[in-house]
């Protein structure tokens, strides 16, 4: 999760919303990925899709059975659709996201039915840290 903070960082330095993602295969990190919709004109290159895709570039194969995605925020509807096709193994996050989060928080997207794949879903890793720069970046921009 300090690799998926340091990402988060790389967007609070670009004026992007504070959101870092890892993927991790095999005990190695796989894929990075940070939000940048706004410099990327991209609205769906969120960090989690991000990450995906430079996970996939570097094994050579879209899925990426087995891994573990590691990403400061919950999730939102879209990255959750991106891992459940990306076949990850687990996704692992730090903060909720009350609003938009896909997982546990506004909608349980792992419940709906006709997906052809599940993954495993820990919370709470270093929630704290996640928040308060999330946290940190409204504030900024409401001041």
Known sequence: ?????????????AGEVPVGAVVVSGG??????FNQPIAAFDPTAHAEVVALREAARLTGNYRLTGATMYVTVEPCL????????????????????????????AVRGLELPGLNHRFAVTGGVLEEDCRGLIQQFFRTRRA
């Open 78 to 105: 879209m990255c959750v659709g991106a891992l459940v096709h990306a076949r990850v193994g687990e996704v692992v996050y730090g903060t909720p996201e009350p609003k938009s989060g896909a997982l546990v928080s």
């Open 1 to 13: 999760m300090h690799a998926a903070l340091d990402e988060a960082r790389r967007a609070l330095a």
């Open 28 to 33: 190695e990190i796989v894929g990075r990925g």
